[in-house]
């Protein structure tokens, strides 16, 4: 039985191919669901049918089903390893129980929770590869790229969650248009073995006690391999219609089996399956959950996944494509956005400042010529204010002394050094240097926030003095007193007295001493302030 | 896949779309962006000017106040030599005409060259630069009211602004006398002379 490819639709779409010993079902996939659906004989016809079909097709992704009797499980343990050494133990070992296929299949199944903790795997194989190459072949040959080579049985893991399936123990059992009747064991959601048996032509016997015969015999198959767990087995058929009746009426659930009868219409509903489906059939079942879910491949091998390596890079390099020229449509439309707006910004700009420059040059030309600017002008003459506010001369200084001298009339001034500055603290020539010609009780000028400073040093003697040094130390420190009172005089220091109190000092002489000594000098230094500093 | 497994030929158009995409994409992007960057420099340019002609225009109000109430007072240093060139000639003549009238018994002047003036005040100069003429006087006094009738002579005739900077004053003998011709004191005097040039070196004239 053969469908000529005559009226494909061949929009961009992914595809599914069942292979089966008798025929490949190809199924289409659009708007997420099965669109279209083309079987093809195993036999020559078929070939040439399905290489045309690929020829005259779309190139898109197909994803091969394989539901054969010739697929073998086998459960083993590895030690725990990662890479490389992973990768060799199980190449040896799939060389070594499945000779001579290149389609093998590890499904890690755990860890052993006893001794070096071994970890558990299932391997598979398809034992007849010549089921599958001719269709693989002629893929490659029409560059078709096939996304994976997947087993039915592993692939209907998928549907326990779809159903709700709660125990541990499940069988699961299902039939298939060209395969017949797979029964696929599941041991807390992870199968443990799977069996085909063949089934005659619809219509021709009743199913209901052949499925239950081969149930039967698959059950003590898996009691005889201790694979069976214990507690109730959960037998999950999927049937429809008319077979619906008779198996319930045979199905006698015990306190080891219980049945449960599953309409493939009612799953097809719960998977979203659009339509009704009216055989007993789940080849569309399954061909829809591998469509939807896109597992990672099971079987295929490098060269059959060639061309769909290269479509995915092809697709990836479009998306990249359409992503580049989306970004820099983005990016350079929120550019050019922006540089349209400062454009016409610049320009209302350029309107306004052509404006202010033509008033600006009316006002100006109604102001007066100057030399400089006016702000310069200003300038200048805070330059000349600020000069004369420092403008300093002696004659301030001169007066001072002069008033404190009104009341000290045999005090004579020899000699006076006076300079202005900013520095309170300035050394005049004349003046000692060190801080210990300092007598105590003089008062060093602080800052005292004036604009400027004139400091003296005035230097002077006693005349007539009558060698009293006691009356002329009076006179001097009453002078200083005297210059201290002014309101201007920042700081007075006495720096040389006739006689030296100071402790620090030596002294030397004699009771006896007769000679009259006929000077007594002195020296004073006089701070001035002069001016308030702004602010 | 290694290279050598790869069919071109299945990638070729994906290949050269990307390529073309990439081209097209980069192309796109730095033009609108070069776009966008000169129209910036091109709105800051103008928005400066914009700024400086509006704060020109705004001011024009304040330049007239000042014209008004300041150029008078500038006229009138730069006819004293404060700002511009020094009178060092004017000052010679006030101080001989002062000794001659006064007849202090001695005075002696040195005036060094002018150099840049470096104050220890705060001082704005804007395009100004101040320089300053160190003058020496070393005068013979009758009494000290000699110096404050020369300084008083300098204050009044002379063309300038100047500050003593520091001075000496000796007793030069035992008992002061009152004749005219008596050097009684001598002092030593440092003055500033002070001059505002622009600092460009241009002359100001008005």
């Given amino acids: 039985m053969s469908s000529r490819p005559s009226s494909i639709d061949y929009g961009r779409r992914r595809r599914a191919a069942c292979v089966a010993p008798e025929a490949v079902t190809v199924y289409h996939w659009g708007g997420g669901g099965i669109t279209d659906t083309f079987v093809f004989d195993a036999d020559d016809a078929g070939?040439?049918?399905?290489?045309?079909?690929?020829?005259?097709?779309?190139?898109?992704?197909?994803?091969?089903?394989?539901?054969?009797?010739?697929?073998?499980?086998?459960?083993?343990?590895?030690?725990h390893l990662y890479g490389a050494d992973r990768r060799a133990v199980l190449e040896r070992k799939l060389a070594w129980f499945f000779r001579g296929t290149p389609y093998t299949h590890v499904l890690p199944e755990g860890r052993e929770t006893e001794g070096r903790r071994d970890d558990k795997v299932l391997l598979s194989a398809i034992t007849n590869p010549e089921l599958v190459q001719p269709w693989t072949r002629l893929c490659v040959q029409q560059k078709v790229p096939v996304a994976g080579i997947y087993s039915l049985a592993i692939v209907s893991t998928a549907l326990l969650d779809r159903i709700k399936v709660k125990s541990p123990n499940v069988l699961m059992v299902s039939m298939q248009t060209h395969s017949g009747l797979r029964q696929s064991y599941f041991r807390d959601r992870v199968i443990q073995i799977s069996r085909l048996a063949k089934m005659p032509r619809l219509g021709t016997v009743p199913f209901a006690p052949y499925i239950l015969n081969e149930l039967d015999k698959f059950e003590r198959y898996l009691k005889n391999v201790q694979l069976l767990a214990e507690g109730p087995l959960d037998i999950y058929i999927l049937a429809h219609g008319e077979l619906l009746d008779p198996l319930e009426r045979q199905c006698r659930n015990s306190e080891t089996v219980r049945?449960?009868?599953?309409?493939?219409?009612?799953?097809?509903?719960?998977?979203?399956?659009?339509?009704?489906?009216?055989?007993p059939?789940?080849?569309?079942?399954?061909?829809?959950?591998?469509?939807?879910?896109?597992?990672?491949?099971?079987?295929?091998?490098?060269?059959?996944?060639?061309?769909?390596?290269?479509?995915?890079?092809?697709?990836?390099?479009?998306?990249?494509?359409?992503?580049?020229?989306?970004?820099?449509?983005?990016?350079?439309?929120?550019?050019?956005?922006?540089?349209?707006?400062?454009?016409q910004r610049a320009a209302s700009a350029e309107q306004r400042a052509g404006i202010y420059q033509a008033q600006f040059n009316a006002a100006k030309g109604r102001l007066p010529e100057t030399p400089v600017d006016p702000q310069d002008i200003k300038t200048a003459v805070a330059i000349a204010d600020t000069l004369s506010r420092y403008k300093a001369t002696p004659l301030e200084m001169m007066r001072e002394v002069s008033r404190a001298l009104d009341g000290y009339p045999e005090l004579q001034i020899a000699s006076l050094n006076w300079l202005a500055g900013t520095d309170p603290n300035a050394v005049v020539e004349g003046e000692p240097r060190s801080d210990e010609d300092t007598p105590p009780g003089s008062t060093p000028p602080g800052d005292s926030g004036d604009l400027y400073y004139q400091i003296a040093v005035l230097t002077?003697?006693?005349?007539?003095?009558?060698?009293?040094?006691?009356?002329?130390?009076?006179?001097?420190?009453?002078?200083?007193?005297?210059?201290?009172?002014?309101?201007?005089?920042?700081?007075?220091?006495?720096?040389?007295?006739?006689?030296?109190?100071?402790?620090?000092?030596?002294?030397?002489?004699?009771?006896?001493?007769?000679?009259?000594?006929?000077?007594?000098?002195?020296?004073?230094?006089?701070?001035?302030?002069?001016?308030?500093?702004?602010? | 896949m290694r290279l050598a497994d790869i069919e071109w030929g299945v990638i070729r158009g994906a290949l050269g779309a990307l390529v073309l995409a990439a081209a097209i994409g980069a192309t796109l992007y730095t033009a609108a962006t070069r776009f966008r960057d000169a129209m910036q420099v091109k709105y800051s340019e103008i928005h400066q000017r914009l700024?400086?002609?509006?704060?020109?225009?705004?001011?024009?109000?304040?330049?007239?106040?000042?014209?008004?109430?300041?150029?008078?007072?500038?006229?009138?240093?730069?006819?004293?030599?404060?700002?511009?060139?020094?009178?060092?000639?004017?000052?010679?003549?006030?101080?001989?005409?002062?000794?001659?009238?006064?007849?202090?018994?001695?005075?002696?002047?040195?005036?060094?060259?002018?150099?840049?003036?470096?104050?220890?005040?705060?001082?704005?100069?804007?395009?100004?630069?101040?320089?300053?003429?160190?003058?020496?006087?070393?005068?013979?006094?009758?009494?000290?009211?000699?110096?404050?009738?020369?300084?008083?002579?300098?204050?009044?005739?002379?063309?300038?602004?100047?500050?003593?900077?520091?001075?000496?004053?000796?007793?030069?003998?035992?008992?002061?006398?009152?004749?005219?011709?008596?050097?009684?004191?001598?002092?030593?005097?440092?003055?500033?002379?002070?001059?505002?040039?622009?600092?460009?070196?241009?002359?100001?004239?008005?």
């Fill in chain 1, 47 to 79: 070939l040439c049918l399905f290489d045309r079909y690929l020829r005259e097709s779309d190139k898109g992704p197909l994803y091969m089903l394989v539901d054969v009797v010739e697929e073998e499980y086998r459960h083993e343990t590895i030690p």
């Fill in chain 1, 259 to 279: 049945y449960h009868l599953l309409d493939v219409a009612d799953v097809a509903r719960r998977l979203g399956i659009q339509g009704v489906l009216t055989t």
């Fill in chain 1, 281 to 343: 059939f789940s080849d569309y079942i399954y061909a829809h959950l591998l469509l939807k879910k896109r597992p990672r491949n099971h079987y295929g091998q490098a060269e059959d996944l060639k061309y769909y390596r290269l479509h995915q890079a092809r697709s990836g390099m479009l998306l990249a494509s359409a992503a580049i020229l989306l970004l820099a449509a983005v990016g350079g439309g929120l550019n050019l956005v922006e540089a349209l707006s400062l454009r």
């Fill in chain 1, 460 to 535: 002077g003697e006693i005349r007539p003095f009558d060698g009293d040094f006691r009356a002329a130390l009076d006179r001097i420190n009453g002078f200083a007193a005297a210059l201290r009172a002014r309101p201007a005089v920042r700081g007075v220091t006495v720096l040389n007295v006739p006689f030296d109190v100071d402790p620090a000092g030596e002294l030397q002489g004699g009771a006896d001493d007769a000679a009259r000594p006929e000077k007594a000098e002195f020296t004073v230094k006089v701070v001035l302030g002069v001016g308030r500093a702004a602010g």
């Fill in chain 2, 51 to 206: 700024q400086s002609v509006t704060g020109k225009y705004l001011a024009v109000d304040q330049e007239d106040m000042i014209i008004r109430e300041q150029y008078p007072r500038f006229v009138e240093l730069v006819r004293k030599g404060v700002i511009g060139n020094e009178q060092r000639l004017n000052w010679i003549e006030v101080l001989k005409r002062t000794a001659a009238i006064t007849k202090i018994p001695s005075l002696r002047y040195e005036i060094a060259a002018r150099e840049p003036f470096t104050p220890d005040f705060g001082l704005a100069t804007g395009p100004y630069q101040v320089r300053v003429s160190k003058m020496k006087l070393d005068l013979g006094l009758l009494h000290e009211n000699d110096l404050s009738a020369v300084l008083a002579a300098l204050d009044g005739k002379a063309d300038g602004i100047y500050s003593v900077r520091d001075c000496t004053f000796r007793r030069s003998a035992e008992r002061i006398e009152p004749r005219l011709d008596r050097e009684n004191l001598k002092s030593a005097c440092e003055l500033l002379w002070f001059t505002i040039r622009l600092a460009n070196g241009n002359e100001i004239k008005l």
